[in-house]
């Protein structure tokens, strides 16, 4: 009679603890869990999505969106993935265009990826900062004063009240990966990680195409067009001797235009057509749905030559050519027809604040472009003394950040770190066949290119670039 009546107790103690917890709107994964997005194939994995308070004063907040391992999500890691921009949605593009688990059809369903991460890991995808994708703050004017500090500072956050929510990750193995400005986010993210003494299982971090340097990067573009037959022997002659690609960025966000990079510009225009993807060089590009949706938002480096250098929202279209791949070259512009549905959004327990429509790039944020020059090499230096591993991996069809530049600067901070190549630069294999070549020093940074990869390597090489996740994960060199 005893022990029943203390089971009695203890359970209207847990029942009083639960109301009040909910009173008091502590917060709870299951608000969070997604019954079913609209048009999606039966799985038995689990989703979430739903915000992260930041600020609570100014009502800022992070959107995201969670999908736990295809099996045993208990025992497999936690990658966090972030796209760049500046200003980009990690959502639209990691999560619905490149290795989510699944792809919208037509804007009305679903279909499985047969190559989504979650095979490998629980994958938690931010819209970071706020004013991107869902993500928002009811103070506007947040959105005026963004910077690389802010944004670092906002994700470490998020990170820590999302471990509030999700306790049973706080311990697992964390990796942070992302591309083209993630190659700002991600290790400034790792840094404050680190110095901040929280106790985050941090193993290892991983950038795609990531902009790194800016003139190395930028300037890399001349050489990449002109071996790739983009551009002529005459207008490779203006670019390296003329007006460079980094100049004319600074032009471009001064809002000043010189003599000479303006022909520069013209001439580009003249070589390399509309009907060319810089952010895949080989690819087709969708034509069935008219103007892309992603070519017309207020993005800050919108125009053509060639400023929209680092957004996901510009065609970035994948490869066609790998039909047994499965590649749709319209799947960011079925992804803004399903995200901007009312009913997808409800699913999401998603809100659009101050704005009309979902994005795949901020129409209202105002990034502080100066942040583009400042470097992230000695960033990803300071991680790897601290012994944290890092991977640069480039899609080799990339012209914007092109894998030229992301491999010398590597090259050159493993001689600065005094780190000797463990694996001599060689190609890897994946099903028999070349997936890309890599190399690596001192077993701890590592670079690789995936073999008709795009910038958006994982939309447009979805199986080389699953191969190098699965290998990245594990800590083993490239096969």
Same mark, same amino acid.
């Given at each position: ?47 979430y999505a739903g915000y992260i308070a930041i600020d609570e004063k100014q009502q ?187 100049? =004319?960025? &600074?032009? @471009?966000? !001064?809002?000043? #235009? ?6 520069? $510009?013209?001439?580009? %225009?003249? +070589? ?29 480096? =919108?125009? &053509?030559? @060639?400023? !929209?250098?680092? #957004? ?6 994948? $490869?066609?050519?790998? %039909?047994? +791949? ?35 790039? !901020? ?27 890092v991977l640069v991996y480039s899609g080799d069809q990339d012209s914007v950040v ?78």
């Open positions: 009679m005893k022990s029943q009546l203390w089971m009695i107790i203890k359970a209207v103690i847990c029942i009083m603890l639960m109301q009040i917890c909910g009173a008091v709107g502590l917060p709870s994964k299951e608000d969070d869990k997604i019954v079913s997005l609209p048009g999606q194939p039966q799985v038995s994995f689990q989703q800022r907040a992070l959107f995201y969106y969670f999908v736990e391992a295809e099996t045993e999500p208990a025992s497999k890691p936690l990658v966090l993935w972030l796209n760049g921009g500046p200003g980009c949605s990690s959502v639209g593009a990691g999560a619905f265009s490149e290795h989510g688990p699944f792809r919208p059809s037509g804007g009305e369903n679903l279909i499985r990826n047969e190559y989504s991460w979650n095979k490998e890991a629980n994958i938690l995808y931010l819209e970071s900062p706020a004013g991107v994708g869902f993500s928002y703050s009811a103070n506007t004017s947040f959105y005026n004063s963004v910077n690389d500090t802010i944004t670092a500072q906002d994700n470490l956050k998020f990170l820590q009240n999302w471990f509030v929510k999700f306790p049973e990750y706080k311990s697992r193995d964390l990796f942070i990966a992302g591309e083209s400005y993630a190659g700002h986010y991600v290790p400034q993210l790792a840094k404050l990680i680190v110095l901040s003494g929280l106790k985050f299982n941090l193993k290892s971090i991983a950038l795609g195409n990531p902009l790194l340097d800016f003139s190395t990067d930028l300037n890399s573009q001349g050489d990449y067009y002109w071996s790739h037959g983009l551009i002529s022997d005459s207008t490779y002659k203006l670019i390296t001797a003329i007006c460079n690609t980094s100049q =004319r960025v &600074r032009e @471009h966000i !001064s809002g000043s #235009s010189s003599v000479a990079c303006k022909a520069v $510009n013209a001439q580009l %225009s003249k +070589e390399i057509p509309d009907a060319i993807d810089n952010y895949d060089v080989t690819a087709d590009v969708c034509v069935s749905y008219g103007q892309s949706q992603l070519r017309v938002y207020n993005h800050p480096l =919108r125009p &053509r030559f @060639h400023f !929209s250098l680092f #957004s996901e929202s510009l065609g970035e279209s994948p $490869n066609q050519a790998k %039909s047994a +791949e499965n590649i749709d070259v319209c799947v960011q512009e079925k992804t803004f027809m399903y995200l901007n549905r009312k009913d997808v959004q409800e699913a999401l327990h998603a809100q659009l604040v101050g704005v009309s429509n979902w994005s795949f790039c !901020s129409p209202v944020l105002n990034y502080d472009m100066k942040n583009l020059e400042i470097p992230m090499i000695d960033v990803v230096g300071s991680l790897v003394s601290s012994g944290i591993s092109p894998f030229t530049g992301s491999r010398s600067l590597v090259n050159g901070l493993a001689k600065k770190l005094g780190l000797n190549a463990t694996v001599t630069y060689r190609p890897w294999f994946q099903d028999k066949q070349v997936g890309g070549w890599t190399q690596v020093y001192g077993e701890i940074l590592t670079f690789a290119t995936i073999r008709g990869g795009s910038h958006m390597s994982p939309s447009s090489s979805p199986k080389r670039s699953l191969a190098l996740f699965k290998a990245f994960l594990a800590g083993n060199p490239l096969a």
